[in-house]
Structure formats: structure tokens, C-alpha cells
């Protein structure tokens, strides 16, 4: 691979249109190994739990270890990578992708069970910085690559997210029961070809370094509010996974937003930034927190038709990757708040009818969802990328990665809280005596509430009692689909008046800094 520093790159139109779809179909090929990484890991996590005798406290940590660090990562490479070079940053990735899968398959014979669970523990954290480290390299690239055209070519290399989902969850299912260790090397195939992909490639110099704009300015597109909003959510993450005391976790958040004011003057940052940063939580939430939750979520509904609920993520991901190839066309016809204000209505639609969908019903609901939520991650990135390019990888991968962040702490968790909450309230309501035996008090982001312990649903005694706590389970499930569809509607509202506001400016048009 290139070394790709800014001393041996190239600037973006001295590299041949060969070059630079080239690599461009590099960076995709990195894209879809990260995603097959990712849903390979998550559908084969249920039979790690069963093989080596892990509870769920377990599960989820290795859950957790393959999901936070990547969102961190690629917040905290954006502000070197310009620095390391492109190149160098995707040797890192693909080393970390390569051991991942092999650090992963010999686990089982680390010997004692602490040993063999510390390994694919340290196996899916190198799998979560390989991740971040591709994300934080691919975006400002492609960017790069395609100044004119970045809502377009970023929704072309956003295929390859879905596009991974697709393989490796149709490997997943398909292979059945064969030998976890056969699906988890599959992973070797797709990051052997973007390695390939990859070598002798040279890296253009991004935009903002091209045009002289300084690495304090750059800090300063980003803004201390949003530096604020992200020393939080990275700070409570990681003071949540390590146990960290309240006063130690805030200490850190005051301590780094001060430390990146004092870098840039105490810049508050672009307006129209920090909106974009608050529209990504509910956005990625929408997009992710419920591709998280999804296969649980329908599972009931999936059983009666005697499908795996599992399908349901693939089929939607299918979608998401075909339309993303059609970007081109469909951007050309749309601005991109347009495209964007119509996936809102699409994604608040599809996630509404999805919660009562019975039978056939659910795949033309799912349709609807999968259609929505195709272009909110690269339109999103597109329109940060085209007003803010003085931002750099920063601002465009700063979104991202806070996106993901919020999925983690408040997103996902939520979802999670409308199941819970839904069914502690109607079994309190329904059988106060069954309640009682099963009633347990639990924390999250913004508190303590009362939940339904599974664990003592299990020791109930009677099986009518613990089919009463189930029936209430899956109508709970159901209306966690139905309270997140009010985070696409926020959007389609917030989209509307961009849309307003950037046609009052005289309409939607991209920053380019060869024109200042």
C-alpha cells in the first residue's frame, strides 16, 4: 500500500480517472469487509454464548468492545489522519482486520476459560478499530475524490456497508450449522481483496490541505459546542464500560472540551454544524439503533410465519444496497435535503405500519423502512462534506462517529427502555400479583425505572403465568418499532426547514474552496 502522507500525495485532478475510481472501488472493498465483519460477529455471538458457557453480562461486552471503540476511533483518527497519511492509516485497518479474524479462530485453544474469553475479547476490539480506522479513512477520500459529485459517489460507497450486511448475512444463515470458526474465515476473503485493492494506490491530498486551510482552522469548523457534545458522549461511553466514578468521567469531559477551546479560541463552531450534528442522533438511531434491535424486535411476528427474523436485516440491507448504487440518478433529480426530507417520510411511514404488520404485510412494510433509511447516512454526510469542506476529515467524519455514539448511549437504549417500560406497565395493569414476582428496578442514560426481570420471569411457576409475561413481551417489542418512527418525523420537520432556510440564501448550493 502507498504510504499516502500529504508529502507523497497527489493533488485530486493529477490523478487519472483510472486512478481514482481505482480507488475509489478500494475504499468500497474496505467498507463492505468492515460490515462483514460486523454482522458475522453479531449472528454468531448467541453460539459463542451457548459453545463457551457465557451469560449475557459476557455476550454484550463483546457486543459492546466491537461497537464503541469503532465510533471512537473514527473521531479520533479524523484529527491525525491527514498528519499519518491515508495510506498508512489503512495498513493499520488492514493488519487489525486480518488479526481480528485470526486472533478470533484461535481462541478456543487460549486454555482456561478466562483466556479463551480474554482473546475474542481482544479479537473483536481489534475488529472495532479496524473498523473506525477504514471509516475514517474512506470518507474524506472519496470526498476528495469527487468534489462535485460527493452526495452521489458517497452514496455509491455507502453500497458497501449494506452490501456486506447482505454477504455475510446470507453466509451466516445459509452455512446453518456448519463450524463457526469456516464463517468467521470468510472474513478473510473480502480483506485479502481490499489489501489488494489497495496496493501501489496513491492518495490525493484532501481538500482543505490543498487549499491552505490550517489545522486550527479546521478545529475551529468543528467548533467547541460540538466538542462538547462529543467529549460527553465518547467520555460517558467509555466511563460506562470501565466503571468509572461520575466525578472521574465529567472531570474528563470538562477537562478535553477545554482543552480543544483553548486549541481553537474558543470557536463556537458553525450554526448550521451543530444542527447537523444534533439531526445525526435521531438520524442514526432511526438507521442503526433499530437495524440493532430489528431481528429481536420482529422475531415473534417472523416465528409465525417460520422465517428466521434475521431475514427481515438482510432483505431491508438488499434494498438499501441497490438504490445506493442508483444515487446518481436520484441526486441529480433531487437536492440533497430534498432526497433527504423524502426518506424521512418513507423511514416514518415504513416504521408506523411496521409495528402492526401481520403476515405478508411486514415485507411491503419493510420495503417502505428499507427504502427510507437508504440515503440518510451518505446524504448526510454529503451536505456536511459540500458546506463545511474547511472541516476536513473532521467535520465529515466527526458526524459519523457521533452518530454512532449516540446510537450506543441513548438510541439502542432506548429502544430498549419503550420494551421494557411497555411491558412492566400493561403486566402492572393486567396482573398486579404477577408483577410483583417479576418487578425489578433498572438504570440508564437518564435514570432509574421499573422493567420486567427475564430472570425471574424463568422461575415463575406456572407456565400460564410466564405465556402472560411473553404475549405482553412481543406487543412491547412491537411498540418500540412504533415509538422510534417519531425520530424520522423530527427529521422530516428539521429537513423541511433547512430546505426553507437554504432557499431564503437563494438554494442549495455546495462550498467549494477553489472559490473561497
Not at 485479502?192 to 482543505?208: A, D, N, Q, S, T
Request: a positive charge; aromatic letters at 12%; hydrophobic letters at 50%.
Amino acid at each position: 500500500m502507498s504510504e499516502g502522507s500529504t508529502a507523497a500525495a497527489t493533488a485530486t485532478n493529477e490523478l487519472p480517472e483510472g486512478q481514482r475510481k481505482l480507488l475509489f472501488w478500494a475504499c468500497f472493498a474496505a467498507l463492505v469487509a468492515t460490515s462483514f465483519c460486523f454482522v458475522t460477529r453479531s449472528m454468531l455471538i448467541s453460539t459463542w454464548g451457548t459453545e463457551f458457557g457465557w451469560n449475557e453480562t459476557q455476550k454484550g461486552q463483546i457486543l459492546g468492545v466491537g461497537l464503541w471503540p469503532f465510533s471512537i476511533s473514527i473521531i479520533l483518527f479524523s484529527l491525525v489522519v491527514d498528519r499519518i497519511g491515508y495510506g498508512t492509516a489503512m495498513v493499520f485497518a488492514f493488519l487489525c482486520h486480518i488479526l481480528f479474524a485470526a486472533v478470533t479462530i484461535m481462541a478456543p485453544g487460549m486454555g482456561s476459560d478466562q483466556a479463551v474469553y480474554t482473546a475474542f475479547y481482544v479479537g473483536s476490539l481489534l475488529g472495532a478499530l479496524a473498523a473506525g480506522t477504514v471509516e475514517a479513512v474512506i470518507n474524506p477520500v472519496v470526498a476528495t475524490l469527487f468534489p462535485r459529485e460527493k452526495v452521489k459517489w458517497l452514496s455509491i460507497l455507502h453500497a458497501g456497508w449494506p452490501g456486506g450486511l447482505v454477504l455475510g448475512g446470507i453466509l451466516a444463515l445459509g452455512l446453518g450449522d456448519t463450524n463457526w470458526k469456516i464463517k468467521i474465515g470468510l472474513i478473510f476473503i473480502p480483506t485479502v481483496i481490499y489489501g489488494i485493492f489497495m496496493l501501489g494506490r496513491k492518495f490525493p491530498i484532501h481538500e482543505r490541505v490543498a487549499a491552505g486551510v490550517s489545522y486550527r482552522d479546521m478545529l475551529r469548523e468543528f467548533g467547541v459546542i460540538v466538542a462538547l457534545i462529543a467529549s460527553f458522549l465518547v467520555f460517558k461511553e467509555i466511563g460506562r464500560v470501565f466503571s468509572f466514578p461520575d466525578w472521574l468521567t465529567w472531570t474528563l469531559i470538562v477537562v478535553a472540551t477545554l482543552a480543544y477551546g483553548a486549541a481553537t479560541g474558543f470557536a463556537p463552531g458553525r450554526g448550521l454544524f451543530i444542527i447537523l450534528v444534533l439531526i445525526m442522533m435521531p438520524l442514526a438511531t432511526t438507521e442503526l439503533g433499530t437495524d440493532t434491535w430489528v431481528t429481536d424486535l420482529m422475531g415473534p411476528e417472523m416465528e409465525k410465519l417460520g422465517v428466521q427474523a434475521g431475514w427481515i436485516l438482510v432483505y431491508t440491507s438488499l434494498i438499501m444496497m441497490i438504490l445506493r448504487f442508483l444515487a446518481g440518478s436520484i441526486v441529480h433529480r433531487l437536492s440533497p435535503l430534498g432526497l433527504l426530507s423524502i426518506a424521512a417520510a418513507l423511514a416514518t411511514c415504513g416504521l408506523f405500519f411496521l409495528s402492526s404488520a401481520v403476515g405478508a404485510a411486514i415485507l411491503v412494510a419493510a420495503t417502505v423502512y428499507g427504502i427510507g433509511k437508504t440515503f440518510f447516512w451518505p446524504a448526510m454526510l454529503g451536505v456536511v462534506s459540500e458546506q463545511f469542506p474547511r472541516g476536513g476529515a473532521l467535520t465529515i467524519n466527526g458526524v459519523s462517529g457521533l452518530g454512532m455514539l449516540a446510537v450506543g448511549t441513548v438510541g439502542a437504549v432506548f429502544l430498549g427502555y419503550i420494551q421494557d417500560s411497555s411491558v412492566n406497565s400493561k403486566l402492572k395493569a393486567e396482573n398486579a400479583a404477577i408483577h410483583q414476582q417479576v418487578r425489578a428496578e433498572k438504570t440508564w442514560l437518564f435514570g432509574k425505572y421499573e422493567a420486567v426481570d427475564p430472570s425471574k420471569v424463568e422461575k415463575l411457576t406456572e407456565q400460564t403465568d410466564k405465556n402472560t409475561v411473553k404475549s405482553l413481551s412481543d406487543a412491547g417489542k412491537k411498540e418500540a418499532l412504533k415509538a422510534v418512527a417519531i425520530f424520522p418525523a423530527i427529521m422530516l420537520v428539521a429537513y423541511l426547514l433547512l430546505m426553507g432556510y437554504f432557499k431564503s440564501k437563494g438554494g442549495y448550493k455546495p462550498v467549494l474552496l477553489s472559490e473561497g
